[in-house]
């Protein structure tokens, strides 16, 4: 019933949505030259998958974890798309594809050692990969990685419908902060 939800949520949103992503994508050639922005991820089962989202960060900057990013790597548009969150709308292509879920545990990198240690002992990766979860409304991040597993598989082992709105409901209107950037 949650991939039902998710198709037709992932779906509609990006039927309605269509406009912002285009305008996002405009201004987002001037900002940075190529305003999307994929990335290889662990998904269910471990298995690779691509995440699509808006660049928020200059092109240079290295493919490693948000939170050991530089500050000065983002620019000043994707730092409002990281305060609206609209740098992950793209994800919803991912949902639609069955990559991965609107909730769930966000998807890590494969050189994210300690985390993929972390969540495999937990199962985590026995579901979907998520655009948000238990612990983005938390301000949980990948910086702590036991936390995070440990989050990740108590909202797994408790997700319903009830919080299955309830987490996109708080992310919408502005729990969470995302990754930490230093």
């Not at 949520?9 to 030259?33: E, H, K, N, S």
């Not at 989202?53 to 530089?70: C, I, P, Q």
Request: a positive charge.
């Amino acid at each position: 019933m949650i991939r039902l939800l998710d198709f037709f949520a992932a779906f509609f949103g990006l039927l309605l949505l269509w406009p912002v992503l285009l305008i996002v994508t405009i201004i987002g050639l001037f900002d940075t030259g190529s305003p999307i922005f994929v990335q290889t991820r662990v998904g269910k089962n471990k298995k690779a998958f691509k995440l699509i989202k808006f660049r928020t960060m200059s092109v240079e900057t290295k493919s490693v974890a948000s939170h050991l990013a530089n500050n000065a790597s983002i620019t000043k548009l994707g730092s409002f798309l990281r305060k609206t969150k609209i740098d992950e709308l793209p994800q919803l292509i991912n949902v639609v594809k069955g990559e991965m879920s609107l909730v769930g545990p966000r998807p890590n990198l494969f050189n994210q050692d300690e985390l993929i240690k972390a969540r495999d002992a937990l199962g985590v990766y026995d579901v979907l990969p998520g655009i948000t979860g238990l612990a983005q409304v938390q301000n949980i991040d990948m910086s702590t990685p036991t936390l995070l597993a440990e989050t990740d598989k108590k909202m797994i082992d408790s997700l319903n419908i009830q919080n299955y709105f309830k987490y996109i409901f708080m992310t919408v209107t502005g729990s969470g902060s995302g990754d930490a950037i230093k």
